[in-house]
């Protein structure tokens, strides 16, 4: 069953505490991204990836580090330098082929919330 | 200034009727224009993409136009249904490879 996975649904942090958040995909996507969403916001790009052991930042990546080890894994760790984790945060992969337009299938997203 | 700009921020229609949803872009150069539906605390569904020489697509009762002149889509949803609740994201790629997303339109179906 292929597909993009996130772990966990919900996380809990007290401040000052860095956390990770997993994302898995099994569609051989090369490029994988992450995003944060508020309320009434579009979505913000933190980081992206298009080859394994590389990656850049994106819009918003203050205070988030991530790593590209394998091709299939995009972890993301909010550290506590972010000042408002609190959000709703999607991983989203794509085929960087020209004839897929740089579709992205998201995942179903991890809500954190920092107490 | 890349923006894609919905209209309206949230709509509440009763089950069975039609709506249509609006997107406007100023993203250049413009490559491609997708629509995804995304349900409350879920990641975003992929509905239509097209590019410049699309100007409408449909998705069963979904239908995407697009106009690449005046930079204008618009969804439209036939004989709404309940699971249509949800949030429709209007995102348009330039052909830099750079995304841009629109803010949503929130979608109420009542019974």
């Known amino acids: 069953d292929g597909g993009i996975t996130q772990s966990p649904k919900y996380l809990f942090r007290k401040e000052g505490q860095n956390v990770t958040l997993s994302c898995e995909q099994n569609l051989n996507h090369d490029a994988m991204y992450w995003y944060r969403q508020d309320p009434g916001q579009g979505l913000r790009l933190i980081y992206y990836?298009?080859?394994?052991?590389?990656?850049q930042k994106g819009d918003i990546a203050e205070g988030y580090s991530v790593s590209r080890e394998k091709k299939e894994s995009f972890p993301l760790t909010v550290t506590s330098a972010q000042k408002n984790p609190t959000a709703f945060y999607l991983c989203?992969?794509?085929?960087?082929?020209?004839?897929?337009?740089?579709?992205?299938?998201f995942g179903p997203g991890t809500r954190l919330t920092v107490l | 200034k890349n923006q894609v700009e919905q209209s309206p921020q949230s709509l509440i229609i009763l089950e069975g009727k039609n709506c249509t949803l609006q997107?406007?872009?100023?993203?250049?150069?413009?490559?491609?224009l997708r629509w995804y539906k995304q349900d409350t605390g879920r990641g975003p569904v992929s509905l239509t993409i097209?590019?410049?020489?699309?100007n409408t697509k449909s998705n069963g009762r979904y239908t995407a136009t697009l106009d690449a002149d005046t930079k204008q889509s618009s969804l439209h949803i036939t004989a709404s249904q309940l699971s249509d609740s949800a949030s429709y994201i209007c995102?348009?790629?330039?052909?830099?490879?750079?995304?841009?997303f629109g803010k949503g339109t929130r979608l109420h179906i009542l019974p």
């Open positions: 989203a992969s794509s085929d960087l082929l020209v004839s897929s337009y740089n579709e992205q299938f």
């Open positions: 990836s298009q080859i394994v052991n590389d990656f």
């Open positions: 997107c406007n872009y100023t993203v250049s150069p413009f490559s491609n």
């Open positions: 097209m590019t410049f020489s699309e």
């Open positions: 995102v348009v790629g330039g052909r830099d490879d750079k995304i841009i």
